[in-house]
């Protein structure tokens, strides 16, 4: 019922950024928050970066200070905008949205963010 485009995945080398774009459609009046999440090959996927409809924002501990989360609510869309990037940063980075309600969750395809050393 909620679809999750993402898109601004790229390679790019350390220090540089890129910005991710995540457009929902479809049901989007049932999503309360939304978060990206990332996986690296070998690794678990981890949460990165959360922000509600009000704009509350968290951050995992090893992207604080280097990544910002946003959303354009009227555009159903939210934005990773990521700096200082490091060859750690490197995985497939995907768009997650919460409902109140069955389904909670809804994900996005991935995009792929390589950052060479």
């Known amino acids: 019922q909620v679809q999750l485009v993402e898109s601004g995945g790229g390679l790019v080398q350390a220090g540089g950024s890129l910005r991710l774009s995540c457009q929902a459609s479809?049901?989007?009046?049932?999503?309360?928050?939304m978060a990206w999440y990332r996986q690296a090959p070998g690794n678990q996927r981890e949460l990165v970066a959360t922000i509600t409809r009000g704009g509350s924002t968290n951050y995992v501990d090893s992207v604080k200070g280097r990544f910002t989360i946003s959303r354009d609510n009227a555009k159903n869309t939210v934005y990773l905008q990521m700096n200082s990037l490091k060859p750690e940063d490197t995985a497939v980075y995907y768009c997650?949205?919460?409902?109140?309600?069955?389904?909670?969750?809804?994900w996005g395809q991935g995009t792929q963010v390589t950052v060479s050393s």
């Open positions: 479809g049901s989007t009046f049932r999503i309360n928050a």
């Open positions: 997650n949205a919460v409902a109140v309600r069955s389904p909670y969750e809804y």
